[in-house]
Each structure stands twice: as C-alpha cells, then as structure tokens.
C-alpha cells in the first residue's frame, strides 16, 4: 500500500500535464507564432494594448502579403494569373495589390489575413474594371414575376412559434448551428443575391437588384441593390462575396460539409468590377446555375478575420443580418426562449417580393420539449400554429368537430403543394446476400404491403412514391409507377431465386435450407407501426422482416458503415430543378476503386471490392451503365437532355430494383388559430413548411375578439373553420 | 442439494399462514402457468378444426396453410375468416377459437373502418380494445406478461447466480480478495445502468432473431445489475462465517466448498428469500421502463412499455390502452409486493416484532 501512495504523485503529475496539454488542438489559431511575435514587439513584455498590438500585426501582414505577391510575379515557377487563357474576363485583371503595395479600393478595409487568402487563391478571386464586363448582358430584375405575399397583409403583433430543443449556439455554421432554431435566423430569414420564385421557374430579387447569365452560361453577374444593409447599419459590399468564401472555406468554421460545398472546384471564381457590380462563375453551365450561385452575403466587418477563437466567440453573438429578424442576445431566455425583433427600418420594407412578408413584430420561439405537450400548448394558444401532418392529430386529436374548429377559434388547413418529398424508401444493400439476387430484389419489392400502410395507418391522405426523383415537374418520370404488393409475383421471383419450400413457420426456405429472413434497420421509432405491418404482411409471402429500431444516429452510422440489409429512412430534397443521381446510384459512392476498374469485361462487378464507407448509395448500387449515363448526365447542360437522362436513370434504377419508395405526402396540414391570416392562395407552389416564407400576418383586434369570445364561450363562426386549398394540387 | 430442515419448515408454514402473501403466490403462479399456456386462450390459430371430417389441432407446432383447409392462398390459415365461411356454407365443418381470437402480432384490418385504437367491442372480441395498429390490447397484455414475467425469473436467477458466487467468495475468504472484490463492486455499481443498457443495445448486432436480443438484453441488465446483491450475500455469510458451527466444521476437516454450500449457504437463505420478490418487481419495472423508452425488447414483441408509450401519448383518444396497461401493471405489482411482505415477515427471526 506504502508503495501505491508514492506511485500518486506520478502519475498525477502525468495526468494534470496530459490535461493542460490536451486543450483542444483544432482551437489553436494556425499563424500562432506571428501572433506571439507581434504581440511581444508592440507590448515589450509587460502588458498589450492588443488593438495595438492587431494594427500591428494588419500591418506585417499586409507587408508580407505584398512581398508575396511580388514574388509570385517575378518567379517563373509559380502558378500565374493566367486570366486571359479561361477567356472569361475580357480584359487583364487589376492586381488586389497594386505594384507600389497599395490595396486595391474595393479590399481597402480587409484584414491582412483575409488579404491573404485572397492572395493565395489569384485565380479564385478578381477584380476587374468595370469596362471589363460585357456589354451584351440580358440583364435581369424578376420585374415579369408575380409577387405571392398579400397586399392586405398587416404589420404587427407577436408570432409565438415552438421549437423542441433550445439552440445550442446562435452561429448559423459550426457544430451545433445546424439545429431546427436555425431556420429562424438564416433560411426563411437571410436574403440572398436572388431567389427562386416559389411559384414559377424564374427568379425574383434579393441583394442583387438585377442579374445577368454570361455567354460561357456559368458566369452569373450580379448589380447589387444600393439599399442593401445588414441589421448593423452598415451596407452590404461587394468584398463581402469575396469573404464568403474566405469564411466559408475557413478551418475555422470546422464545418467540412460547407468547405466542401463551397469549395474551388464548384465556385470557380468571384470577380468585383466596381462597388455594386460582381460575377460568380460555377464550374458547369447549369439550367439553374443562377440559383446554384446566388449566395448570401457575409458581414466582413463584422467577423474581419476567423480565428480558432470563431467557435466560442460567436457562440451567442450572432452576426448582423440582411433579413427582416434580428436575435440579439439580451432577448435570450437561456433554455426557455428566443425572441426575434423585426428591424426598424429594414431595408428591404418596400422592396417587391418582400415588402408583404415578414410581418409580425416579433417571433417568439420557447422550448417545449414534448411534442404531445406541445400540442396542448397550441390548443391553449399559446403556439399560433401547428403542423397536423400526423394521422392521429389530424383525425383523433384535433378532429373536426373539436370545440374549438366548430366555434371558428382555430382552422384546420389542407395545403396542396408541389415539391420535391423527402425520399421515404426502403433502401436494399445489393452488396448483402441475399440481395446480390435480382430476383430476390424484386420479390421483396412486391412482398411490402404499402398499399395497406397507405389505406391504414395513413388513412389514405399520403400517396404512394412511385420513382427515385418524384416531384421534379418533367424531370419525374411520366409513367413510371412503383411495384405493387402481390404475394403471387413476390414468390414467383422468391422460387426463381431458390427459395421455393415454407418452413414450418411459414417462411420460404431454399434448398440448402437458408431461411429467406432479412433484417430491417430504421432511426424512425415514430414510423414503427408502418414497419410492423410491413412484417405482418410479408409473412404472407414468406419472407420474414427482424426490425431494429435505433436511434437516428446510431441507424444512420451503421447505414453509412453499409452494415445494413435494408434501410428505412428519407433523404430531405431540395428544391432543385433536376434530381441528384450521383450521390445515392454511382458506384464510385459504392466501391473505393474509381471508375470502370471495378467491373469485369461483361459488366459484372470484380470480386473483393474495398467497400466505400460514408456515402449516400446507401443501396450499394454498382451499375457500369447507370455509371455512364449517370457521368453524362452530370457533364449535360442542356435541360431536354438532362430530362430524357432523368427518366432513362429512373427507370434503370427502377430495373435494379434496390429502392422500395414508400410515400409523399402532396399536402401540408397545420393548424392555425384565426388570428392568424394568409394570403388567399395561402401560399406559394413550392412551400415545404408554413415557416417558409413567411406570407402570414397577426391579425391584432381579430386575436383580441377570439379571446374575449372564448372567454364568453361563444363562437365566433357559424361552422368549423376548414379550409382546403387545392389550386396547386397535381393529378 | 440442501434438505428442509425443520426451522425452514416452519418457515414455510409461517408463510402459508400469512393469508394475503399466500393467495398473492398462488394467484401470481396460476396467472403466470395461464400466460405459459396463453395460446389456448388467445391466439389467432384455432384450437380445434374439424375439416372434411378429420380433427386439426393448430395451436401448437407448424402452422397451416390456407391451402389445407381448401382456401386459395399459401400463408397461414385465417381461422376466423375460416370460422365465417363454415358458418356460410352451412357445412359439417367447424372451427373452435379461442376465447379472444387474436393474437398479439396480428392485426384486425378485416372490418372496413377499422384504422386503429378500436375501443373495446365484445362483438369483435376485443376486450380490451386495440392499439394503434389494430392489434388486440388484451392478446399483447397477456403475452408481454409472459415475456415479462419468464424475463424476471431468468433475471432473478442470473443475478442471484452471480451474487452469490460473488457475495460468497468474498466474505468467506476475508482480507485481500474481500478489500479487493468489494472495491472492483463499488466501482461497477457506480456505471450508470441505463446509460450503458442504451448503448449496448444500440450497437448490439440484431441478426440472430428476437430470441437472441431477449437474451442479450437480459445478459447486459444483468451485467450491471448484480452488484446489490452482493453486499448482502457477503455480510450474512461474515456474519454467519464467525459462528461455531463453521469453526467445528473445519476442525472436523470440511473444505471450503463443502462449508459454503453444506453450511454457510442453507443460512444466509433467508436474505436470499426475502429479497427475491422484490428482484422481480424491480425486473418487471425496469424491462417496461426500458421498453418505455424505446430501448427493450425489439419490435413488434409484445411489451407493457411498448403499449404504455403508446397509451400516454394517445391518453385522450384511446384512453383503454392506458387503463389496461396501467391496471395490469399495478396488480402485478401489488401481488409481488404483498408475497415479498409475507416472506420477509416468514423468515423474520422475531416472531412478535412491532414497528414503530
């Protein structure tokens, strides 16, 4: 025992240095060792002035940054701006650092690391004079669109929203920022250069007042709106498209998915021609490049540079604003609320598209944790609105004859939409046998009873999915339609595959007496029934289901690891002109070797292929030709082309037979109590959410007379508010 | 292995004499017997068919197809829709059903509105109405007492399996293995259980069949939960390790096997004895926890957690899934609780003990 005490002193020693040691290493800022230097020139040793000390550090910086650049000219090895050669710029660009060390005006305020990066990446980023830009653009304004919010709408009032999970940051990027809470502050809130107009093919305005499609088709060019200006006061630059990217390809941000996205290799090049006028150019001449390259603004001033500091620094502080809310943190109420106040004079008041939106005063967003509970709140009025998609609120909680509809305090509204679905299938692994079978495939394909499913447990409001792209207008397949449940065909192809007896249990047997048994993987407990009466009824055709319910991220690991047989889960679309096959189909996404090297002369796949893990072809799929086409598809840029291939992959896929589409529902279905108003269409084609645009308003007088009358017990309508509106509903 | 020795006995006799403790045992045994034998009372599969005059008895053993009784299709025979078409045409032929012809993964899709949380109907022989997926409340009630109960006994028995190996070796060998042993207890009685119970489950592989993962579920409860015990097994064999008769034996020349199970263990029992039911009790309550949150027996077993889930969160639209359970539960319970009372007032040495 003596000898242990001794053996403390040690080893605690050796604990408390691994401690302090292992400060977390990613949050170490990366030019450290300037910073430290700088810091000890401008303090002496005793004590830094450190706004001192940053001028100081700006100022080496930006002396180094011109050395560098001066260097990269005058060495004959290095990478040149060979502008001239792409032949996107007319004209020879001006330098982002003249040759007497001058910064250009446009990046006078940029901080040297900035600068830098800027410097570093000469054919990312550009400045040419405005002569530079053609003359022959087709400019554009949206001034030929409709605008979808109502002018009758009125400002005003307090929007009470609820959200299960108080937000863990007010960052919109970094870990944690990805939470539900952020759509309040960035996606139905943050404006854009332009928007896809939610009602029809074209654009309408956001920061850019007006935009052009070059001649190469992936050169967009923007004019900005003069009016633009963050929540601050201060306007929004055209450097601050330039520091998108900076902020957005920052390790700092550790947010790998947006470095990525963000990346080079998509976003070729940004060039500045004069204080309002920029073009991005993508990397392909897509239909749609437009909405692909329409960024959001990122507030320079605000961030200057990025730091390992960025993640704690703007943990709570969150960054001015170019849309209608602003979250400041004294209206943080830590684990409880959020509220959102709408600016003052936001900039964009009476600008078309938006000066009908964005209405209420303020948002209110508190946690309540239970989603049951959170429907009795609503049902207090304590949340304005409720998503009723869910049968059994729909049907059981909030019938039509509940009190509340029938006296008209609360509508219940049916909203047929157009929208890409979230992609709710049973994804089959081809990799595990028994589903390198064909036959097998298809079998389980006409051995799930979604029809029951649909007409059961969802009383016949959702439909069946039907192909892998459904909801993308023509690009969908047109005929198309998913196999239907017949026990007759699920044992035809079951016995051609060998399985041809029923065991003693009812489950078909082959004959090396294998048991034609799969097991079913979910993260969806809430989807549980729906799989229960898959198994119930596959029985009938002799196959049996084992169900996993996981949690979400477990089940989505084990999917990603490609552990599983059969997967039940849904990617979310966006609302995108032409499906993705890349991702979930090509067989690079599969397999780790690349291409063609992975098939054997007849197309079929080469044994003891290396598994490629943390992809979405979470089916596995390894088709040389769905490769090829699905490579063609990807180079295309002409839309009738991008059409004919769409269908032609569908229907490859649909031949594969790897996918079981489950269902779509065509409609929204909330809840709203009647102080609440909405436009007469009650909103646009595209809408997913009824967050998402933000065309409702808060009907004051009217909130008050609903109150007193329930107070009163009396009704305030002479029959259940109900609405349905079906202008957008399809076939 | 141990004789009944007359103080036992008398025990024993104690026990029977307390009344409500003796009736809960004998109620909670027939109930558990009945549950073993739950096919013949609810179940889906005809107890007897009478076809072509020749007798079927499908409760048991390989099911039939539809074929066998001349319908059209290959999967399992409908023995109600059976039972009907008898009934239609009139002929000799018959089927006997159970008293609820359901059974627990079935669900009663048949009638046309039929779209879950049926309340309970005595024409359709749901008595106790249906859950969200049409199955029959009652058939999933009697089937997860089975599960629950035959889950508790194999709980019981591991744990005290382990408690005593454990409790005994360490209170009668003393010193170091007893210092050491105890500490290792205490810091694995310190793991959070349910913490680990989620995270084992969750990456548990699920390939070999809900037998498996019962198993498997039962072996990780009972990993992190044996420790209680020991503690108690330990200081009565201490306790029991001074006396005089352990000092006469070993002078006789008993070894130490011979000592811990001929001597030691035939009294300490009565620890044992007394904490048993409340062992059940606490399986039962934490296997409908776990199910409770998601993290039991797999789907679709049937499960009382499973269907409290499901009862709480439609409380008001089907309010017979949370009455049922609820009752169910709390009867079971009680009667544990008044036989666990009984016995600890059996095997209490002072026989006139007042409490204050």
Same mark, same amino acid.
């Given at each position: 025992?003596?000898?242990?005490?001794?053996?403390?002193?040690?080893?605690?020693?050796?604990?408390?240095?691994?401690?302090?040691?292992?400060?977390?290493?990613?949050?170490?800022?990366?030019?450290?060792?300037?910073?430290?230097?700088?810091?000890?020139?401008?303090?002496?040793?005793?004590?830094?002035?450190?706004?001192?000390?940053?001028?100081?550090?700006?100022?080496?910086?930006?002396?180094?940054?011109?050395?560098?650049?001066?260097?990269?000219?005058?060495?004959?090895?290095?990478?040149?701006?060979?502008?001239?050669?792409?032949?996107?710029?007319?004209?020879?660009?001006?330098?982002?650092?003249?040759?007497?060390?001058?910064?250009?005006?446009?990046?006078?305020?940029?901080?040297?690391?900035?600068?830098?990066?800027?410097?570093?990446?000469?054919?990312?980023?550009?400045?040419?004079?405005?002569?530079?830009?053609?003359?022959?653009?087709?400019?554009?304004?949206?001034?030929?669109?409709?605008?979808?919010?109502?002018?009758?709408?009125?400002?005003?009032?307090?929007?009470?929203?609820?959200?299960?999970?108080?937000?863990?940051?007010?960052?919109?990027?970094?870990?944690?920022?990805?939470?539900?809470?952020?759509?309040?502050?960035?996606?139905?809130?943050?404006?854009?250069?332009?928007?896809?107009?939610?009602?029809?093919?074209?654009?309408?305005?956001?920061?850019?007042?007006?935009?052009?499609?070059?001649?190469?088709?992936?050169?967009?060019?923007?004019?900005?709106?003069?009016?633009?200006?963050?929540?601050?006061?201060?306007?929004?630059?055209?450097?601050?498209?330039?520091?998108?990217?900076?902020?957005?390809?920052?390790?700092?941000?550790?947010?790998?998915?947006?470095?990525?996205?963000?990346?080079?290799?998509?976003?070729?090049?940004?060039?500045?021609?004069?204080?309002?006028?920029?073009?991005?150019?993508?990397?392909?001449?897509?239909?749609?490049?437009?909405?692909?390259?329409?960024?959001?603004?990122?507030?320079?001033?605000?961030?200057?540079?990025?730091?390992?500091?960025?993640?704690?620094?703007?943990?709570?502080?969150?960054?001015?604003?170019?849309?209608?809310?602003?979250?400041?943190?004294?209206?943080?109420?830590?684990?409880?609320?959020?509220?959102?106040?709408?600016?003052?004079?936001?900039?964009?008041?009476?600008?078309?598209?938006?000066?009908?939106?964005?209405?209420?005063?303020?948002?209110?967003?508190?946690?309540?944790?239970?989603?049951? !509970? =959170?429907? $009795?709140? *609503?049902? #207090?009025? &304590?949340?304005?609105?409720? @998503?009723?998609?869910?049968?059994?609120?729909?049907?059981?909680?909030?019938?039509?004859?509940?009190?509340?509809?029938?006296?008209?305090?609360?509508?219940?509204?049916?909203?047929?939409?157009?929208?890409?679905?979230?992609?709710?299938?049973?994804?089959?692994?081809?990799?595990?046998?028994?589903?390198?079978?064909?036959?097998?495939?298809?079998?389980?394909?006409?051995?799930?009873?979604?029809?029951?499913?649909?007409?059961?447990?969802?009383?016949?409001?959702?439909?069946?999915?039907?192909?892998?792209?459904?909801?993308?207008?023509?690009?969908?397949?047109?005929?198309?339609?998913?196999?239907?449940?017949?026990?007759? !065909? =699920?044992? $035809?192809? *079951?016995? #051609?595959? &060998?399985?041809?007896?029923? @065991?003693?249990?009812?489950?078909?047997?082959?004959?090396?007496?294998?048991?034609?048994?799969?097991?079913?993987?979910?993260?969806?407990?809430?989807?549980?029934?729906?799989?229960?009466?898959?198994?119930?009824?596959?029985?009938?055709?002799?196959?049996?289901?084992?169900?996993?319910?996981?949690?979400?991220?477990?089940?989505?690991?084990?999917?990603?690891?490609?552990?599983?047989?059969?997967?039940?889960?849904?990617?979310?679309?966006?609302?995108?002109?032409?499906?993705?096959?890349?991702?979930?189909?090509?067989?690079?996404?599969?397999?780790?070797?690349?291409?063609?090297?992975?098939?054997?002369?007849?197309?079929?796949?080469?044994?003891?292929?290396?598994? #490629?893990?943390?992809?979405?072809?979470?089916?596995?799929?390894?088709?040389?030709?769905?490769?090829?086409?699905?490579?063609?598809?990807?180079?295309?840029?002409?839309?009738?082309?991008?059409?004919?291939?769409?269908?032609?992959?569908?229907?490859?896929?649909?031949?594969?037979?790897?996918?079981?589409?489950?269902?779509?529902?065509?409609?929204?279905?909330?809840?709203?109590?009647?102080?609440?108003?909405?436009?007469?269409?009650?909103?646009?084609?595209?809408?997913?959410?009824?967050?998402?645009?933000?065309?409702?308003?808060?009907?004051?007088?009217?909130?008050?007379?609903?109150?007193?009358?329930?107070?009163?017990?009396?009704?305030?309508?002479?029959?259940?508010?109900?609405?349905?509106?079906?202008?957008?509903?399809?076939? | 292995?141990?004789?009944?020795?007359?103080?036992?006995?008398?025990?024993?006799?104690?026990?029977?004499?307390?009344?409500?403790?003796?009736?809960?045992?004998?109620?909670?045994?027939?109930?558990?017997?009945?549950?073993?034998?739950?096919?013949?009372?609810?179940?889906?599969?005809?107890?007897?068919?009478?076809?072509?005059?020749?007798?079927?008895?499908?409760?048991?053993?390989?099911?039939?197809?539809?074929?066998?009784?001349?319908?059209?299709?290959?999967?399992?025979?409908?023995?109600?829709?059976?039972?009907?078409?008898?009934?239609?045409?009139?002929?000799?032929?018959?089927?006997?059903?159970?008293?609820?012809?359901?059974?627990?993964?079935?669900?009663?899709?048949?009638?046309?509105?039929?779209?879950?949380?049926?309340?309970?109907?005595?024409?359709?022989?749901?008595?106790?109405?249906?859950?969200?997926?049409?199955?029959?409340?009652?058939?999933?009630?009697?089937?997860?007492?089975?599960?629950?109960?035959?889950?508790?006994?194999?709980?019981?028995?591991?744990?005290?399996?382990?408690?005593?190996?454990?409790?005994?070796?360490?209170?009668?060998?003393?010193?170091?293995?007893?210092?050491?042993?105890?500490?290792?207890?205490?810091?694995?009685?310190?793991?959070?259980?349910?913490?680990?119970?989620?995270?084992?489950?969750?990456?548990?592989?699920?390939?070999?069949?809900?037998?498996?993962?019962?198993?498997?579920?039962?072996?990780?409860?009972?990993?992190?939960?044996?420790?209680?015990?020991?503690?108690?097994?330990?200081?009565?064999?201490?306790?029991?390790?001074?006396?005089?008769?352990?000092?006469?034996?070993?002078?006789?020349?008993?070894?130490?096997?011979?000592?811990?199970?001929?001597?030691?263990?035939?009294?300490?029992?009565?620890?044992?004895?007394?904490?048993?039911?409340?062992?059940?009790?606490?399986?039962?309550?934490?296997?409908?926890?776990?199910?409770?949150?998601?993290?039991?027996?797999?789907?679709?077993?049937?499960?009382?957690?499973?269907?409290?889930?499901?009862?709480?969160?439609?409380?008001?639209?089907?309010?017979?899934?949370?009455?049922?359970?609820?009752?169910?539960?709390?009867?079971?319970?009680?009667?544990?609780?008044?036989?666990?009372?009984?016995?600890?007032?059996?095997?209490?040495?002072?026989?006139?003990?007042?409490?204050?």
């Amino acid at each position: 025992m003596k000898k242990l005490k001794y053996l403390h002193i040690p080893s605690l020693l050796a604990l408390s240095l691994l401690f302090t040691s292992c400060e977390n290493p990613k949050l170490k800022p990366p030019r450290e060792d300037s910073n430290q230097k700088n810091q000890e020139i401008a303090g002496g040793g005793g004590t830094i002035d450190r706004e001192f000390a940053r001028e100081l550090a700006r100022e080496f910086g930006r002396e180094f940054a011109i050395e560098f650049a001066r260097q990269m000219k005058d060495s004959p090895n290095l990478v040149k701006f060979d502008f001239e050669k792409e032949g996107n710029v007319t004209k020879p660009m001006e330098d982002l650092i003249g040759e007497g060390g001058e910064v250009h005006p446009l990046l006078a305020h940029c901080s040297e690391d900035v600068l830098e990066f800027y410097q570093k990446h000469p054919d990312c980023f550009s400045i040419s004079p405005i002569d530079a830009l053609p003359r022959d653009l087709n400019w554009q304004d949206g001034g030929e669109e409709q605008e979808f919010a109502s002018p009758n709408a009125i400002k005003g009032g307090t929007w009470e929203v609820f959200m299960r999970d108080f937000p863990r940051t007010l960052r919109t990027i970094g870990p944690d920022a990805n939470g539900a809470f952020r759509s309040y502050l960035l996606d139905y809130n943050v404006i854009s250069l332009v928007h896809p107009h939610p009602n029809s093919d074209g654009y309408y305005p956001g920061l850019a007042k007006s935009w052009a499609v070059g001649k190469d088709g992936r050169t967009v060019y923007f004019q900005l709106d003069p009016k633009a200006r963050y929540s601050d006061g201060e306007k929004v630059k055209v450097s601050d498209f330039f520091f998108f990217f900076y902020f957005m390809r920052s390790k700092h941000i550790q947010a790998p998915w947006y470095n990525d996205f963000y990346g080079k290799d998509k976003f070729q090049k940004v060039t500045l021609y004069d204080e309002k006028t920029l073009s991005i150019t993508f990397y392909k001449a897509k239909p749609d490049v437009v909405e692909r390259v329409s960024i959001r603004a990122k507030p320079e001033h605000f961030y200057e540079e990025l730091d390992g500091e960025f993640l704690s620094k703007y943990q709570w502080n969150p960054e001015p604003t170019t849309g209608a809310y602003v979250a400041l943190p004294e209206n943080v109420d830590k684990g409880k609320s959020v509220t959102l106040l709408r600016q003052k004079d936001w900039w964009a008041d009476e600008k078309r598209f938006f000066r009908y939106r964005y209405n209420p005063e303020k948002i209110k967003v508190s946690v309540v944790r239970d989603y049951n !509970k =959170a429907f $009795e709140v *609503f049902l #207090k009025g &304590g949340v304005d609105m409720f @998503g009723l998609a869910k049968t059994e609120f729909w049907y059981d909680k909030l019938p039509n004859n509940h009190e509340l509809v029938q006296n008209g305090y609360l509508s219940k509204v049916t909203f047929f939409n157009q929208t890409p679905p979230p992609s709710y299938a049973l994804r089959i692994n081809s990799q595990k046998p028994p589903f390198d079978d064909l036959n097998i495939r298809i079998g389980f394909h006409h051995a799930m009873n979604f029809d029951m499913v649909l007409e059961k447990i969802f009383r016949g409001d959702f439909v069946r999915m039907n192909t892998v792209a459904d909801g993308y207008g023509g690009r969908s397949h047109p005929t198309l339609r998913a196999r239907e449940f017949s026990i007759e !065909k =699920a044992l $035809e192809h *079951f016995a #051609k595959a &060998g399985f041809n007896e029923r @065991g003693g249990d009812g489950i078909l047997v082959n004959s090396k007496g294998d048991r034609l048994s799969i097991e079913l993987l979910t993260g969806y407990r809430h989807f549980e029934d729906v799989l229960v009466v898959l198994k119930e009824q596959a029985k009938k055709a002799g196959l049996e289901l084992k169900l996993k319910v996981l949690e979400p991220t477990a089940a989505w690991k084990a999917a990603n690891e490609k552990n599983h047989q059969v997967i039940f889960s849904a990617f979310n679309s966006f609302v995108e002109l032409f499906p993705r096959f890349w991702e979930p189909y090509h067989s690079d996404n599969a397999y780790q070797e690349v291409g063609d090297s992975k098939f054997e002369k007849d197309g079929s796949l080469k044994p003891n292929l290396t598994t #490629k893990v943390s992809t979405n072809n979470f089916t596995q799929t390894a088709v040389r030709e769905i490769d090829h086409l699905i490579n063609k598809y990807r180079e295309e840029e002409d839309l009738g082309k991008i059409t004919e291939m769409a269908h032609q992959l569908s229907k490859m896929i649909h031949d594969h037979a790897v996918w079981v589409p489950a269902w779509k529902k065509p409609w929204l279905r909330i809840g709203h109590w009647n102080w609440v108003k909405f436009p007469d269409d009650w909103g646009p084609k595209e809408t997913r959410d009824y967050e998402e645009f933000q065309v409702f308003w808060i009907d004051q007088p009217e909130k008050e007379r609903i109150l007193k009358a329930m107070e009163a017990g009396k009704p305030v309508a002479d029959k259940p508010t109900l609405r349905i509106y079906d202008k957008y509903k399809s076939n | 292995m141990f004789q009944i020795n007359p103080l036992t006995r008398k025990k024993l006799a104690r026990f029977r004499s307390i009344q409500r403790g003796y009736w809960s045992f004998l109620i909670l045994i027939f109930l558990y017997l009945l549950s073993l034998a739950g096919e013949l009372f609810v179940n889906n599969r005809a107890l007897v068919v009478s076809y072509n005059d020749e007798l079927f008895f499908p409760t048991y053993g390989e099911q039939m197809s539809g074929k066998d009784f001349g319908m059209d299709y290959e999967y399992e025979a409908d023995y109600r829709e059976l039972k009907n078409r008898f009934a239609r045409e009139d002929s000799k032929n018959w089927v006997l059903l159970p008293i609820v012809p359901y059974g627990p993964y079935e669900m009663d899709y048949d009638s046309e509105d039929s779209t879950g949380f049926s309340p309970p109907s005595f024409r359709r022989s749901h008595f106790c109405g249906t859950d969200k997926t049409e199955r029959d409340v009652l058939a999933r009630l009697l089937y997860g007492f089975r599960i629950a109960m035959t889950f508790a006994i194999g709980y019981l028995v591991l744990t005290y399996l382990i408690a005593i190996a454990a409790g005994s070796l360490m209170g009668y060998l003393g010193g170091k293995s007893d210092m050491l042993g105890l500490r290792f207890v205490e810091i694995w009685a310190n793991v959070p259980f349910l913490y680990m119970v989620i995270i084992l489950v969750s990456v548990m592989p699920g390939g070999w069949g809900v037998g498996w993962q019962v198993s498997s579920l039962l072996i990780i409860m009972v990993m992190f939960s044996w420790t209680g015990m020991t503690y108690y097994i330990r200081a009565s064999v201490y306790r029991e390790k001074s006396r005089d008769y352990i000092a006469a034996a070993k002078v006789i020349g008993a070894g130490p096997m011979r000592i811990i199970f001929k001597h030691l263990l035939p009294n300490v029992i009565s620890t044992l004895v007394t904490f048993a039911p409340f062992t059940i009790a606490a399986a039962i309550s934490s296997i409908t926890a776990l199910d409770f949150l998601g993290y039991g027996l797999p789907p679709p077993t049937p499960s009382w957690g499973e269907l409290l889930k499901q009862g709480v969160s439609n409380l008001r639209t089907a309010p017979w899934i949370v009455i049922s359970t609820v009752t169910a539960l709390v009867f079971t319970l009680t009667l544990v609780t008044f036989i666990g009372e009984a016995v600890r007032e059996a095997f209490d040495p002072k026989k006139f003990s007042t409490y204050e």
